[in-house]
């Protein structure tokens, strides 16, 4: 096998061989060679911008003579390749490969592909900016950098990938950041042997230090406002090429119920928001599993007046209650997974109608009773409070392991579920920092900018999570 940076044993790297054996069967590899001074170029044509290519290579090359072209491929914005292999990854990357006199040069004529800056779909934006991320990472970087106008943003570049070779780039501000998070991050990054990435929320499940944990260690987010003010707050931020969902880390579980659109409103709105998120939580997760315990095992719990109404709803019921708050459960998801799926508006119809219909045939058949509907639909409605999709999805799948329990032991299997999920979420870390700050370890200014949000004088300090070596972010006064 030839040697790629020397393949052919000579003093100097004559690599266009090796390039073109590398390049064969590719449809839209392109191979040009201008007689007249022995100049071959090389470019991948479904990459190349046909206008840029034409000025900045094809004609200029195609009227000069040898001394001509050596010295125009000796100025900017020329880059000279030392190895075969330095070709190959440029020309992957849209440039253009040109080879004189048994050595190479690299120049970009890429394309941009890919869509224009739009509004999320995923992250409602109710008061705030509407701009979202793309797949590209320079766009990405763009708009970030538009926002933090700052030398001190520093932009590092890593490679993911036997196949895809993905880049990965890392953002963090010098002297706000933690250097120890962000060496233990690149390590954990080139420590991933995979052959490809195609998402960052693909790629997160490959660093995370709890694989197996339901919960996730890493927000990703396709807001550029919530992405700037994290990294302002001492955060890093990694943007994986395709995707337009951003890493940030490190996380706490608290930071998933919080949402840009918090800081845009007045503190006790803001404040009313975050409380509500996490009421939203208690409910979703428990108040289908409490309602299969208490008609399961618990009469004595029901008020008399409202008991005589469960006991004639639940009178023509052939089910026990677990069963009847699985079906129904399960359902509610299917509804929920078949609206995803299909287009906007066919899903919007299918969710209202689909619900509506099932859920009032369901009782008239005597399926299931009233009350647990209004539980079950309580429970849903309470999880899109959430601004987090992933750890939206995760709570729905911790709502049927209580269930579950709470069917087989009552209460005694509720809490001990709720004691699980506790002790699941105590013995997680993101990057070494404890994922539920501010509550363990206790923090009572964290807390102002955690289960509710402070006036802007009172957030003085940055997060205690960050570590920041310069942890004062505010010196307003009231």
Same mark, same amino acid.
């Given at each position: ?7 052919? *044993? ?6 266009? =061989? ?18 007249? &001074? ?53 020309? #992957? ?12 040069? #690299?120049?970009?004529? =890429? ?24 797949? &590209? ?26 196949? $895809?070779? $993905? ?49 996730? +260690?890493?927000?990703? $987010? ?8 994290? #990294? ?9 090429? *395709? ?21 845009? &409103? ?83 119809? %299918? ?22 509907? %209004? ?5 849903? %409605? ?25 069917? %087989?032991? *009552?209460? #005694? ?10 002790? +699941? ?17 206790? &923090? ?29 972010? =505010?010196?307003?006064?009231?």
């Amino acid at each position: 096998m030839p040697n790629p940076s020397n393949p052919e *044993g000579l003093d100097r790297p004559p690599f266009l =061989s090796y390039v073109l054996e590398q390049f064969k069967d590719c449809v839209d590899f392109t191979h040009r060679t201008f007689a007249c &001074n022995g100049v071959n170029v090389v470019y991948l044509s479904f990459l190349a911008d046909n206008d840029q290519l034409s000025v900045e290579v094809l004609k200029p090359f195609n009227a000069m003579n040898d001394n001509d072209s050596a010295a125009v491929l000796a100025c900017d914005p020329y880059k000279r390749a030392k190895t075969a292999e330095e070709c190959i990854e440029g020309v #992957l990357n849209g440039d253009a490969a040109i080879f004189l006199d048994e050595q190479a040069w #690299l120049i970009s004529v =890429s394309r941009q592909v890919g869509r224009i800056i739009e509004q999320t779909e995923t992250e409602t934006v109710i008061a705030g900016p509407h701009d979202g991320f793309v797949e &590209n990472p320079v766009e990405n970087i763009a708009v970030l950098r538009r926002r933090i106008k700052s030398p001190n943003l520093k932009t590092l570049k890593l490679s993911v990938g036997e196949i $895809t070779r $993905t880049d990965i780039y890392l953002l963090y501000m010098e002297g706000i950041t933690n250097r120890d998070y962000l060496n233990k991050l690149i390590d954990r990054i080139k420590g991933v042997e995979i052959d490809g990435i195609f998402e960052g929320n693909m790629f997160v499940q490959l660093i995370d230090e709890n694989p197996n944990s339901v919960f996730p +260690q890493f927000m990703t $987010t396709e807001r550029p406002d919530g992405v700037a003010s994290k #990294l302002v707050g001492g955060r890093v931020a990694v943007i994986v090429d *395709g995707s337009p969902s951003v890493i940030v880390c490190p996380t706490a579980f608290f930071d998933f119920f919080s949402s840009p659109d918090d800081y845009y &409103n007045r503190w006790l709105i803001g404040t009313a928001l975050r409380l509500l998120r996490v009421f939203g939580f208690i409910v979703t997760i428990g108040f289908t599993a409490f309602y299969v315990s208490v008609t399961t095992y618990h009469y004595e719990l029901i008020p008399h007046t409202m008991l005589l109404n469960l006991v004639e709803s639940r009178s023509k019921v052939p089910f026990p209650p677990l069963y009847e708050a699985l079906m129904m459960e399960t359902t509610i998801e299917l509804l929920r997974e078949a609206g995803a799926r299909l287009p906007t508006k066919i899903g919007q119809t %299918i969710g209202i109608v689909g619900g509506i219909v099932i859920g009032q045939a369901a009782v008239q058949a005597g399926f299931t009773s009233n009350i647990l509907i %209004i539980a079950v639909a309580t429970s849903a %409605i309470a999880s899109f409070v959430i601004p987090s999709y992933v750890m939206s999805g995760s709570l729905r799948l911790i709502r049927f392991g209580l269930i579950i329990l709470a069917g %087989i032991m *009552g209460n #005694l299997g509720l809490f001990m579920g709720v004691g699980f999920v506790v002790i +699941q979420l105590a013995g997680i870390t993101n990057l070494g920092a404890s994922y539920l700050t501010p509550i363990a370890p206790a &923090n009572v200014k964290d807390a102002m900018d955690t289960f509710v949000r402070a006036p802007f004088w009172a957030l003085r300090k940055r997060p205690s999570i960050t570590r920041s070596p310069n942890p004062v972010r =505010s010196k307003m006064r009231k």
